[in-house]
C-alpha cells in the first residue's frame, strides 16, 4: 500500500502565498511523476503541476510563474509553493504519485491519491 500525506493549504489573501507539502509512503520501489491537482464544485480535476523522478517540472498555463513544484526524492516528499495567489486559485488541491510498488508486489504500477487540502484565496 502507498499512503499520502498532505498537508498546509488554508486561507490566504489575493496576493499571498501558501505552500502545500506531500509525502509518500509505503511499499514505493520508485517513484515516476509526483504532482498536484486541483479541483473546484461541478468542475473536473486538473493538473496543476508535476515533477518527474529527473525533475522535469511541467505546470498549468494558469500557474506559470507563480507557482513552484518541488520534490525531494530520498523523502518521498513534493511541495507546491504558491506565490502571487488569485482568487481563482480556490479549490481543493489533490497530491497525485505514480510509480512502482516493493516488496511482495515489486514491480507493480501504482497511482495514488491523497485526501486533499483546501485552498481558499480572498479578494
Known amino acids: 500500500q502507498v499512503q499520502l500525506a498532505e498537508s498546509g493549504g488554508g486561507w490566504a489573501q489575493a496576493g499571498g502565498a501558501l505552500r502545500l507539502s506531500c509525502a509518500a509512503s509505503?511499499?514505493?520501489?520508485?517513484?515516476?511523476?509526483m504532482g498536484w491537482y486541483r479541483q473546484v464544485p461541478e468542475k473536473e480535476r486538473e493538473l496543476v503541476a508535476t515533477i518527474t523522478y529527473d525533475g522535469t517540472t511541467n505546470y498549468a498555463d494558469t500557474v506559470k510563474g507563480r507557482f513552484t513544484i518541488s520534490r525531494d526524492g530520498a523523502k518521498n516528499t513534493v511541495d507546491l509553493q504558491m506565490n502571487s495567489l488569485k482568487p481563482e486559485d480556490t479549490a481543493v488541491y489533490y497530491c497525485?504519485?505514480?510509480?512502482?510498488?516493493?516488496?511482495?508486489?515489486?514491480?507493480?504500477?501504482?497511482?495514488?491519491w491523497g485526501t486533499g487540502t483546501q485552498v481558499t484565496v480572498s479578494s
Open positions: 497525485n504519485v505514480d510509480g512502482y510498488k516493493s516488496g511482495v508486489n515489486q514491480g507493480q504500477p501504482f497511482n495514488s
Open positions: 509505503g511499499t514505493i520501489f520508485r517513484i515516476n511523476v
